[in-house]
């Protein structure tokens, strides 16, 4: 006993080192680096470590919740490792070292709630039915759908499987039309687990060709295992096909209609958050958006559209400003973004100012950012938010679902973190928003943040099948179109102005119809499996 207690203590560092790793891999696939194509790969080594272990021989092996849970750190916490751009929070008066506690653990929180996700998918794989292979990928896949279902619906998300392979494979990306993002994670995890199943199979294979070897008499077959391996012939079968029906998706023609073109200006006002919600800081942003605003009615411009908070005040003061002057002067519809009221609170706002200066239409971010924008458990942590808000009012979030019309129809409206929630957009979509804006800050993060903020919008644009305008404060402001091409993209930390145009579209895929069905699906399929399997049994 006390001779296997050094192998034991080895195995299981190899084991958490390898699960880590593979996890830092697939963290590796967003921005900066965006090495996408390793998603394909990056679960199937905590897939084979899973297989290994059943819950009679768990005792002898790593514990599976701690595999997952360190797999989901290495994933969340390099995909995330963004968050730490908001340090030093001098913009909010916070002081240095303050700060950096406060960065260090939302960053810590963020991964390990993305550990806690995946610690819990282990966990159920290990002991959801051991002897099926093929029923294993249908349970897993099912699971990790179902998983970031629940997790989606929290109020703290952002690292889909699926959007790892945004922007760069928006021939996958176009699946998410049939049943939104999580068609193509249930493609990325099945693909995953079915080569972890092919080399846990080829690893079983070698073993019992030494005991061939050893033993001539046993009987074995003599044909290349990897030529004939099921696992390996399914799983190059779904990359093909998945890719393919994307590809069709992909091609099919947007058919611009000269009817419905609508030319928007967008302006990146390049405000640093240290200034804007001082004197300094709303002067310059008065300049330079009604300066903007000026320049685009110039080029001809239908209406503009400005960042999050552009204008940091109160929509009852936009009476009074220069921006509201010039919109007068112009006539041209502008979608501003500031502040609304909320009884004693206030809210994150887009509001549509028309030609005559008159504000309608409202729309108020329902998803906030906890610890940035509000204080979970305030109750017992409200001590924190004077010192966390640069307001003395607290930010409230707007409802769940909003419908935002304008004088060119219902338009989808993203602002800022909601981008990473797909049903925001598609409750939208399906009660006829005709192309979306996303007005966003991004100004306290780094470029890393502002290109998977990008990446995010790309498939909200694919999936609803709408053309999508980005204005941001720094950047990356930018227009998509409903195939996911950028059509243009700022530069980073500059002030621009650009118009594109754009064609307001009433299509509904079947994801805007009738939402994520995939995932129920796979879990009934599953639970079913395992019924018929037992019954057999």
């Not at 640093?272 to 009604?290: E, F, H, S, W």
């Not at 500031?338 to 239409?361: I, P």
């Amino acid at each position: 006993m006390i001779k296997l207690r050094p192998l034991k203590f080895t195995n299981n560092i190899t084991y958490y080192t390898l699960s880590l790793l593979s996890g830092i891999f697939m963290g590796t696939t967003v921005a900066p680096i965006g090495a996408w194509f390793l998603a394909w790969v990056s679960l199937a080594p905590l897939w084979m470590l899973l297989v290994k272990i059943t819950p009679e021989t768990e005792k002898n092996y790593s514990s599976p919740p701690v595999l997952g849970f360190i797999w989901g750190i290495g994933y969340h916490g390099v995909a995330l490792s963004w968050i730490t751009g908001i340090h030093p929070m001098d913009w909010l008066g916070v002081p240095w070292l303050p700060s950096l506690i406060i960065t260090l653990f939302c960053w810590a929180f963020i991964s390990l709630w993305g550990g806690i996700f995946v610690s819990i998918w282990a966990a159920l794989m290990v002991r959801l039915d051991r002897g099926n292979p093929w029923l294993r990928v249908l349970v897993g896949t099912a699971i990790w759908c179902g998983l970031e279902s629940l997790w989606s619906a929290s109020p703290l998300w952002w690292s889909s499987l699926a959007y790892t392979q945004s922007p760069q494979n928006l021939v996958i990306l176009h699946l998410g039309q049939l049943s939104g993002p999580n068609t193509v994670t249930a493609v990325i995890v099945a693909f995953n687990g079915l080569i972890a199943e092919y080399l846990t199979q080829r690893r079983k294979d070698a073993k019992e060709e030494r005991i061939r070897i050893l033993h001539p008499k046993t009987s074995v077959s003599s044909v290349p295992l990897w030529f004939v391996n099921s696992y390996l012939i399914l799983a190059t079968t779904l990359l093909i096909t998945s890719h393919f029906m994307g590809f069709i998706l992909y091609n099919n023609p947007l058919n611009f209609t000269p009817n419905t073109a609508l030319k928007i200006g967008i302006i990146q006002g390049n405000i640093p958050n240290k200034i804007k919600v001082l004197p300094q800081g709303l002067r310059q942003a008065m300049t330079a958006y009604t300066q903007g605003y000026l320049n685009l009615t110039n080029q001809g411009v239908q209406a503009v559209l400005t960042p999050e908070a552009s204008i940091p005040i109160f929509s009852r003061d936009l009476l009074q400003t220069p921006l509201l002057a010039a919109i007068r002067e112009q006539g041209v519809i502008a979608w501003v973004g500031a502040f609304g009221e909320q009884g004693n609170s206030y809210t994150n706002s887009l509001f549509t100012v028309l030609g005559n200066g008159k504000v309608t239409s409202r729309y108020d971010k329902s998803k906030l950012v906890p610890l940035g924008e509000y204080i979970p458990f305030e109750n017992i942590l409200g001590g924190l938010i004077q010192r966390l808000s640069p307001l003395e009012a607290h930010q409230v979030p707007g409802k769940a679902q909003q419908i935002f019309d304008t004088p060119f129809g219902k338009v989808i409206i993203g602002i800022c973190y909601e981008s990473a929630f797909a049903e925001n957009f598609r409750y939208q979509a399906s009660m006829g928003g005709k192309f979306i804006l996303s007005s966003s800050n991004d100004a306290h993060y780094t470029a890393a943040m502002a290109d998977q903020h990008h990446a995010q919008d790309i498939m909200r644009a694919i999936e609803t099948d709408r053309w999508a305008v980005r204005a941001t404060n720094t950047g990356y402001s930018a227009f998509v179109n409903p195939h996911g091409q950028t059509l243009w993209k700022s530069a980073y930390n500059t002030y621009q102005i650009h118009a594109e145009t754009i064609y307001p579209r009433q299509t509904r895929t079947l994801y805007v119809r009738w939402g994520d069905w995939l995932t129920p699906l796979l879990l009934v399929l599953s639970a079913l499996s395992r019924i018929f399997r037992s019954s057999v049994i």
